[in-house]
């Protein structure tokens, strides 16, 4: 699982490493301080300490209180055919009077895996323009 992780070109968060050694210490039902000291004496994997890895499993969700507003986003969104990205539906709950952030509809729209579907066809590419012979 940890090596999984170590596969992609950037460095995992540290919330991906805390779940995958959740996800280990249930299989194996080892201790987590005989994980972290496993992963962490293997050079080609990432490294995390005990207090980090303690930190990010009991870390609240910041996206918990929004339950109104992403059920609000997802009506938005299956209500235009799901043809609405998060800049729209940030215009729209702007018109609706809710004081928010685009980055933060963004941020609920990702995780909630809600991305809109481009319906746009690709123009042929022409290099000349003006009247041919």
């Given at each position: ?11 995992p ?20 301080k ?7 004496a ?10 980090n890895?303690?930190?990010q ?29 998060y800049?729209r539906i940030?215009g ?42």
């Amino acid at each position: 699982k940890i090596g999984g992780l170590n596969s992609r070109t950037e460095e995992p968060r540290k919330e991906e490493l805390a779940r995958a050694i959740t996800e280990l210490r249930q299989e194996l039902r080892l201790s987590v301080k005989y994980i972290i000291d496993v992963i962490n004496a293997n050079p080609g994997l990432p490294h995390i300490s005990r207090s980090n890895y303690y930190y990010q499993t009991h870390k609240p969700d910041k996206d918990s209180g929004n339950q109104k507003l992403m059920d609000r986003i997802k009506e938005i969104f299956l209500e235009h055919s799901r043809r609405y990205g998060y800049r729209r539906i940030y215009g729209q709950l702007r018109r609706e009077v809710y004081g928010i952030n685009h980055k933060k509809v963004q941020r609920l729209m990702q995780k909630m895996g809600l991305f809109a579907i481009s319906i746009r066809k690709k123009r042929k590419y022409s290099s000349y323009y003006g009247v041919q012979g």
